[in-house]
């Protein structure tokens, strides 16, 4: 039922997606959501859980209340983000376990309710359709995920979107260093990690350096907790056109957490022998819906495929000079033409395509 009907009346069937979808029978948490959104000037829906599982996914935002968890676990909702469970007390280890099974981005008492949903519904009003995420692992040492992740970001932020680029790899060259910036200022992981607390898109972003347009939450020197990191991730994807990840070999459960919430997710690998045989673990960790994005040259298209049992989605060419365009501080697309600006650039086009129009 909407807000406003009594349980026993019929409501007509609404044919635009709700702003906020609540999946709960509990009176009190629906009178505060009701309460919430009417002040944010949202429009609600509260419908059975049957129904619920068919307008799950074009829900702007999804609210489950605990008394609903044994329903919706049981009917098998494909993972959003967006989604959120509230308890009437405070929240339980058992809340959070199985809020891993919806993939629920947080958890909320009805005491701390009202100021983080209000916060939260004037957030994502103000700043528009959630942008895509995607996330790039390397498939070894040296295969360029780094560099394929500066270099998207920046192509990107020369078309004018709103960019985030979010460095995960602790033991990597730092996508600040990458992408031209010299000396970092601004909140970094160090900050983020320390600070308790949900993480909201415009302070984010105002608060991380940025450079050419570009976002940057960068300076992690240690495994990021993978709470943390999909917090990170949802706020950035909240306040962006595009949110670039580029993630470390070897945190498994980082990536996951990071991978389950990616629109795309690429396995930038070596097209050799040893590059392809580590590529093909990779896979294995980060599982189904990986494409691979190889180098031009080495071994071909066939040989890429079978060896990692993954689609290849582009090659890229090599990009002479490189090295000396990062030392020079002019990222790795110090140029909008040539063959390695122009691959990023399909690539992109790519990366931004709905599923639906692929």
Do not use: K, N
């Not at 859980?49 to 068919?54: F, G, N, S, W």
């Not at 360029?144 to 033991?171: E, H, I, K, N, S």
């Not at 090659?315 to 140029?335: K, N, Q, Y």
């Amino acid at each position: 039922m909407r807000f406003g009907e009594r349980s026993g009346e019929r409501s007509e069937e609404h044919p635009h997606a709700a702003d906020v979808l609540v999946v709960s029978q509990d009176a009190a948490l629906v009178d505060e959501v009701q309460r919430c959104a009417a002040g944010a000037g949202r429009t609600v829906e509260v419908p059975p859980v049957a129904e619920a599982l068919q307008r799950w996914p074009s829900a702007g935002l999804v609210l489950v209340g605990d008394d609903a968890l044994g329903g919706a676990l049981a009917a098998g909702p494909r993972r959003r983000s967006g989604v959120h469970l509230l308890c009437r007390g405070a929240p339980l280890t058992e809340h959070y376990r199985v809020g891993v099974g919806l993939g629920v981005e947080s958890v909320t008492g009805l005491d701390e309710l009202r100021d983080w949903l209000g916060d939260l519904l004037q957030e994502r009003a103000a700043s528009g359709p959630p942008g895509r995420v995607v996330a790039l692992v390397p498939g070894s040492g040296g295969a360029g995920a780094t560099t394929t992740a500066a270099g998207l970001a920046q192509v990107a932020g020369r078309r004018g979107l709103r960019v985030m680029a979010l460095d995960c790899d602790p033991w990597g060259p730092g996508l600040d260093r990458v992408v031209g910036v010299d000396e970092r200022s601004g909140l970094g992981w160090p900050e983020i990690v320390a600070s308790p607390g949900r993480i909201a898109s415009t302070s984010l972003a105002q608060a991380v350096p940025r450079h050419d347009g570009i976002g940057l939450v960068v300076g992690a020197a240690e495994p990021l907790p993978p709470s943390v990191a999909r917090d990170v991730v949802e706020a950035a994807r909240r306040g962006h056109d595009l949110v670039v990840v580029d993630l470390p070999r070897g945190q498994v459960a980082l990536a996951r957490e990071v991978l389950a919430r990616s629109d795309r997710r690429l396995l930038v690998a070596l097209p050799s022998v040893a590059g392809l045989a580590a590529a093909s673990r990779q896979v294995v960790e980060i599982g189904a819906g990986t494409e691979v994005v190889a180098r031009r040259g080495g071994l071909g298209d066939d040989a890429v495929r079978s060896a990692t049992g993954a689609p290849l989605l582009t090659r890229l060419p090599t990009r002479r000079g490189l090295d000396e365009a990062v030392d020079l501080g002019l990222g790795p697309v110090p140029s909008r033409r040539g063959a390695w600006a122009r691959a990023l650039g399909a690539l992109l086009d790519e990366v931004l395509l709905d599923e639906g129009t692929r």
